[in-house]
Nanobody
Framework: QVRLVESGGALVQAGGSLRLSCAASVRTFSDFGMGWFRQAPGKEREFVGVLNWIGSSTYYADAVKGRFTISRDNAKNTLYLQMNTLKPEDTAVYYC?????????????????WGQGTQVTVSS
C-alpha cells in the first residue's frame, strides 16, 4: 500500500515563495514516477510538474515553467515542489501523485496513488 502525505500549503502574498513536500510511505521510493497536480475551485485537476522514476527528466506546465521546481530526495522518501514568484492564479489544492516506474506522464489517469492535497492560497 502506498500512502502520500502533502504538507507546506499556506496563505502567501503574490510574489512570495512556498515549498511543498510529499512524504511517501513506500518500500522503494526511487521506483516511482512522481507528479504534482493542482485543482482550483470549479476547475479540473491539472498537471503542474512531473519527475520520472529514474529522476532524469522533469516536465512542467507552461503556466509554472521558470517559477516552480520539482525535486526528490530518495533517501527521505520525499518529493518537493519549490514555488517562487507565486501568483493569485496559482491558488489551488496541490496534490502529489505516484506511479510505479512512471515515465513522468502529465495525465492524471496515469497515476495510481494520490495524496489528500494541501491548500495554497495566493493573495493579490
Amino acid at each position: 500500500q502506498v500512502r502520500l502525505v502533502e504538507s507546506g500549503g499556506a496563505l502567501v502574498q503574490a510574489g512570495g515563495s512556498l515549498r511543498l513536500s510529499c512524504a511517501a510511505s513506500v518500500r522503494t521510493f526511487s521506483d516511482f514516477g512522481m507528479g504534482w497536480f493542482r485543482q482550483a475551485p470549479g476547475k479540473e485537476r491539472e498537471f503542474v510538474g512531473v519527475l520520472n522514476w529514474i529522476g532524469s527528466s522533469t516536465y512542467y506546465a507552461d503556466a509554472v515553467k521558470g517559477r516552480f521546481t520539482i525535486s526528490r530526495d530518495n533517501a527521505k522518501n520525499t518529493l518537493y515542489l519549490q514555488m517562487n514568484t507565486l501568483k493569485p492564479e496559482d491558488t489551488a489544492v496541490y496534490y502529489c501523485a505516484a506511479q510505479p516506474y512512471g515515465r513522468g506522464s502529465r495525465l492524471t489517469s496515469e497515476y495510481s496513488f494520490w495524496g489528500q492535497g494541501t491548500q495554497v492560497t495566493v493573495s493579490s
